[in-house]
């Protein structure tokens, strides 16, 4: 037969086991955490809002092409247009992003954004839209 187990053996499975659940859970922990910040920084899209603010501030940073960068956005956000539309830039922009967000595919949409806010000025932006 076979000999019995040391009186210890017990319980140096159970602190083994509570080790491996305890790793586990902070692997888990390291992992979600790790997704999280690449969802945030990578895949996430700026809202409408986030866009239009960034855009108007670098309308008021340069403001020697504060028209062309209204042209940018404008003509594809009213450009069907039958009657005259004086809504002001704000305006424009956030339904014309609104549309985009909702026209597009989330990726698409995100790219859009992501390229629009992190533009630094409008040589970047121009590109983008």
Known sequence: MSEPLPHDLPGFITRYRWRARLGTALAIMVIGISVGVGWYYFVRAPSPRAVCDHV??????????????????????????????????????????????????FFDYGRLARCVTFADDPRELFPCL
């Open 56 to 105: 108007d501030a670098l309308r008021h940073q340069f403001p020697a092409q504060a028209s062309d960068i209204e042209a940018a956005v404008a003509p594809m956000a009213i450009g069907g247009s039958e009657r005259a539309v004086n809504n002001t830039f704000d305006q424009v922009c956030m339904w014309y992003f609104t549309t985009e967000d909702k026209q597009r595919s």
